[in-house]
C-alpha cells in the first residue's frame, strides 16, 4: 500500500519570540498559515527496517539529516515497528527559504505511517511528538492557520479561518541557517509584532488591519546577514504590496492581497527582479 501526502509550505504572517528558556531554545509566539506551494511526498511501507528517502532535488539530503528520515525513524523507534519505509519526495517548495518545506515533508511522512503502520494516533498526538524533529513540525502536522506557541508545540487552529488571500513569494538566491540566525538573537533590542492584532485582524475578517500588524521579530538580524532581503522589501512595496515580510528566518519575503489583479502585479513586476518568484493562494 502506498500513501501519498500533500504537503504545503507556510508562511509566518507573524513571527515573535518573547524570550529565550534556560536550555537555550526560543519560546515562539506566531501566526501561520499554509498556502498551495506543496511537495508531494509519497510513502511505502516495507518488510525490513530500514528508511530510504529519495527525492527529485539535488540540494535535500537523502540520510538522517533529511527531516523526513528524521520523522520516520521516530515512530519506528518509539513504537517498536518491525517495518520500515521507501519516502519518495517531489520537491516544488525551495531549500532554506524559511516556507517550511522540510517540516512539512516529516508531517507528511508521519501522517502517511500512522496509516501505514496503523499506529492510530489522534493528530495532536501526532503533533506533540513531532516537536522531536524539529519545532515547526507539529504546525506542519495540521496545516491550518494557526497560532502557534511555547517551543513549536502549542498550535491552536483559528476559528474562524484566514479569509483566502493572494500571495506573491520571492525567494533571493541565498539560503539561510536557521540555527545561526536564531544563536543572533538579542532580546534586550528584539523589535517585537503585535500578534494579538494579527489574531484580531483574522477573527475580524479585517484585511486592512491584517497587512498593517504583520511583522517578523528576527527580519532584522537575516536582513543584517542578507541585505538583498531589505530590497526585495522596498521592490515589492515599490509595486504596489501593502506590506511585505520575512517568513521563518528567510530569506524568502511574501505579501499578501486580498484582489488578485494586484497580486498578479506585482508578481509581474517582481519576477523581473527576483527569478524565484511564486504566486500562490492560502489554503
Known amino acids: 500500500m502506498i500513501v501519498v501526502e500533500k504537503a504545503a509550505a507556510k508562511v509566518n504572517l507573524g513571527l515573535d519570540t518573547p524570550f529565550r528558556h534556560a ?9 501561520m498559515t499554509s498556502i498551495d506551494l506543496a511537495d508531494y511526498v509519497e510513502v511505502r511501507s516495507t518488510g525490513s527496517k530500514q528508511i530510504v528517502v529519495s527525492s527529485n532535488s539535488g540540494f535535500l539530503p537523502n ?9 520516520a525513524s521516530l515512530l519506528q523507534r518509539t513504537f517498536k515497528v518491525k517495518r520500515g519505509a521507501h519516502i519518495k519526495i517531489q520537491k516544488n517548495i525551495p531549500v532554506a527559504a524559511g ?15 500512522n496509516q501505514l503502520w496503523e499506529l492510530n494516533l489522534p ?14 513540525v507539529p504546525y506542519c502536522v495540521y496545516s491550518k492557520t494557526a497560532h ?3 517551543l513549536g508545540e502549542q498550535v491552536e487552529v483559528l476559528q474562524p479561518a484566514l479569509k483566502p488571500v493572494w500571495i506573491v513569494l520571492a525567494k533571493p538566491n541565498v539560503s539561510v541557517s536557521t540555527p545561526s ?16 492584532g494579527i489574531l484580531d485582524a483574522i477573527e475580524a475578517g479585517n484585511h486592512q488591519k491584517l497587512v498593517a500588524n504583520m511583522g517578523n521579530a528576527l527580519e532584522p538580524i537575516s536582513v543584517h546577514r542578507y541585505p ?5 522589501k522596498e521592490r515589492m512595496r515599490g509595486y504596489g504590496a ?28 517582481i519576477r523581473g527582479f527576483c527569478p524565484e518568484a511564486y504566486l500562490v493562494r492560502s489554503l
Open 123 to 136: 493528530i495532536a498526538e501526532l503533533a506533540k511528538l513531532s516537536l522531536k524533529v524539529d519545532s515547526d
Open 228 to 232: 538583498e532581503i531589505q530590497q526585495i
Open 148 to 150: 502557534v506557541t511555547g
Open 63 to 71: 540520510d538522517q539529516r533529511n527531516l523526513a528520515f528524521q520523522a
Open 23 to 31: 536550555d537555550g531554545q526560543p519560546e515562539w509566539d506566531m501566526v
Open 181 to 196: 540566525i536564531l544563536r543572533q538573537i538579542d532580546y534586550d533590542v528584539l523589535a517585537h509584532p503585535d500578534i494579538q
Open 99 to 113: 516556507l517550511g518545506g522540510g517540516s512539512s515533508d516529516a508531517a507528511a511522512v508521519l501522517r502517511a505511517l
Open 242 to 269: 501593502e506590506t511585505a515580510v520575512m517568513s521563518g528566518t528567510g530569506p524568502t519575503v511574501f505579501s499578501v492581497f486580498n484582489k488578485q489583479s494586484r497580486a498578479q502585479r506585482v508578481f509581474n513586476s
